[in-house]
């Protein structure tokens, strides 16, 4: 699998409540544009507000976390650059920065495609 990643931060003025709001409402956008461009799966993760993770931050010398991860599955390289050459997808991606620029930090924040390597999936025995 192949997928494309985005790491956001969030715009100085936006609050955290604010954030989570229109992060949802992103993943509704996605949900209805990336399934007709050929995206198998998406998930969206937003960072949790624990003390655990400025401290982790501070120790590593990293900086501090996303706000928000996006990652949309595509079943392989060519299906991606498939959906990356339909006018749809251009269309999609201008009208998802376009509602992106009113919540994220775009100049801070990371968009890669990636491919995943399971190193282990111990979910089925959890449960």
């Known amino acids: 699998m192949v997928k494309l990643v985005q790491c956001v931060r969030r715009r100085p003025e936006v609050s955290v409540?604010?954030?989570r709001a229109?992060?949802?409402e992103y993943g509704e956008m996605i949900?209805?544009?990336?399934?007709?461009l050929g995206g198998v799966r998406c998930t969206l993760s937003t960072t949790l507000a624990v003390?655990?993770?400025?401290?982790?931050?501070l120790r590593r010398g990293t900086q501090e976390?996303?706000?928000g991860?996006?990652?949309i599955w595509f079943e392989n390289a060519p299906a991606a650059l498939a959906a990356m050459q339909r006018?749809?997808?251009r269309e999609g991606l201008a009208r998802f920065q376009a509602f992106q620029e009113s919540f994220v930090d775009l100049e801070h924040s990371s968009f890669f495609y990636a491919i995943e390597d399971e190193v282990f999936d111990w979910s089925a025995e959890l449960g």
């Open 51 to 57: 003390k655990e993770n400025a401290l982790f931050a």
């Open 31 to 36: 949900k209805g544009g990336a399934v007709a």
């Open 22 to 24: 229109k992060w949802k």
């Open 17 to 19: 409540l604010e954030f």
């Open 87 to 89: 006018s749809e997808w």
């Open 65 to 67: 976390p996303f706000d």
């Open 69 to 71: 991860i996006a990652e």
